[in-house]
């Protein structure tokens, strides 16, 4: 049964920084492509980052881009997003996902972890 588990959420003032993990078990995390995505009040769920399974190569949203890194530590099996220069309106809740390679749905969902930045 696969499992995924975000963490590291919370309030922080506008231009400051969390880093979100979501920690993967039962599956072979490192043959997942990973994917970060967020949900704000009243608003439809949105791609936020993307990390592909085999060489790292990342995409973001244009909302995040410059300031997010996804990141993946594959002996953890474990899926980061490093925020920086938050603000009010990332505030959302924010889920972890995996993908099969070579397709275009996130198949496992994590819970989701509450990030609210403040003005």
């Known amino acids: 049964q696969v499992q995924l588990v975000e963490s590291g959420g919370g309030l922080v003032q506008a231009g400051g920084s969390l880093r979100l993990s979501c920690a993967a078990s039962?599956?072979?995390?490192?043959?997942?492509?990973m994917g970060w995505f967020r949900q704000a009040p009243g608003k439809e769920r949105e791609f936020v980052a993307h990390i592909s399974w085999a060489d790292g190569i990342t995409a973001y949203a244009p909302s995040v881009k410059g300031r997010c890194t996804i990141s993946r530590d594959n002996t953890k099996n474990t899926v980061y997003l490093q925020m920086n220069s938050l603000k009010p309106e990332d505030t959302a809740v924010y889920y972890c996902a995996t993908r099969d390679p070579g397709k275009a749905e996130y198949k496992n969902w994590g819970q989701g972890v509450q990030v609210t930045v403040s003005s």
């Open positions: 039962g599956l072979t995390f490192s043959n997942y492509d």
